[in-house]
């Protein structure tokens, strides 16, 4: 791994997509989601800015706050850029929209992969339907946790890239905890519950099959290009994860 930034206090010069310097924090980890994740107040306070801290003018939270941000660091301008974002994060498609291509996925179990539906590619992240490096760039944040075989997905997204191409994305992550697995399949191909069900909001479809801890980067130290934060000594949380393709 190269480069770890700490500091790298995404609003200093206002939000990095609007400019705005007048942000609003609301809670928005319930009880049920702090419970399931055994959070301590402190984890909890830490997740809490991480997804309800907001710009009150554009309405982007910190973590896609953070994520563009590492977006403008790698690349200051995306019009040369062809861009695959998967699973639009909420808020960041207006500020990709400028990109000499962008495709933006759904998934949709019961559809045909690579289908387009209402603007979106229907893809599943770890079988994606596009040929061999293709893009300049591709982003997600938040998904990696809801997918049995992440490191499929991850590797995925790699086989896209072109060579030199960055993948960049982010995860909830406590480092001072180890991954810990939610929800596997048995041998008869069920489902088993190891822990009593957990989602993120209203994503019921989507349960939390893993819970990242610190081992995710030392795993990945090879693979990772650049770790980015917000703010290490404050909130370790608010960060993005940068990996380049050879
Ligand atoms: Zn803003």
């Given at each position: 791994m190269n480069k770890v930034l700490r500091g790298c206090?995404?609003?200093?010069?206002?939000?990095?997509?609007?400019?705005?310097?007048?942000?609003?924090?609301?809670t928005v980890i319930d009880d049920t989601l702090a419970n399931t994740w055994e959070l301590s107040q402190r984890e909890r306070s830490w997740f809490d800015e991480r997804e309800g801290h907001f710009c009150r003018t554009c309405h982007m939270s910190k973590r896609v706050?953070?994520?563009?941000?590492?977006?403008?660091?790698?690349?200051?301008?995306?019009?040369?850029?062809h861009i695959l974002h998967l699973n639009q994060t909420n808020g960041l498609s207006q500020a990709l929209s400028g990109a000499a291509s962008l495709i933006e996925t759904t998934y949709l179990?019961?559809?045909?992969?690579?289908?387009?539906?209402?603007?979106?590619?229907?893809?599943?992240?770890?079988?994606?339907?596009?040929?061999?490096?293709?893009?300049?760039?591709?982003?997600?944040?938040?998904?990696?946790?809801?997918?049995?075989d992440y490191e499929?997905?991850?590797?995925?997204?790699?086989?896209?890239?072109?060579?030199?191409?960055?993948?960049?994305?982010?995860?909830?992550?406590?480092?001072?905890?180890?991954?810990?697995?939610r929800i596997?399949?048995?041998?008869?191909?069920?489902?088993?519950?190891?822990?009593p069900l957990s989602t993120h909001g209203l994503e019921e479809e989507y349960p939390v099959v893993w819970e990242f801890g610190g081992d995710f980067i030392s795993n990945r130290t090879e693979l990772i290009y650049?770790?980015?934060?917000?703010?290490?000594?404050?909130?370790?949380?608010?960060?993005?994860?940068v990996e380049r393709k050879a």
């Open positions: 206090r995404i609003d200093r010069e206002g939000c990095p997509f609007c400019r705005g310097h007048s942000f609003e924090q609301k706050r953070m994520l563009l941000w590492s977006l403008k660091k790698i690349f200051p301008e995306f019009n040369a850029l179990s019961d559809r045909e992969l690579g289908a387009e539906i209402h603007g979106l590619s229907n893809q599943d992240m770890t079988r994606l339907t596009f040929g061999n490096s293709r893009f300049d760039l591709v982003v997600h944040s938040e998904t990696l946790e809801h997918l049995h499929l997905a991850l590797s995925e997204a790699r086989r896209v890239l072109k060579p030199g191409g960055y993948q960049i994305y982010s995860i909830p992550l406590l480092h001072d905890r180890q991954t810990r697995r596997a399949w048995d041998a008869d191909g069920k489902l088993i519950h190891l822990h650049e770790i980015h934060y917000d703010n290490y000594l404050k909130n370790k949380t608010v960060f993005t994860i």
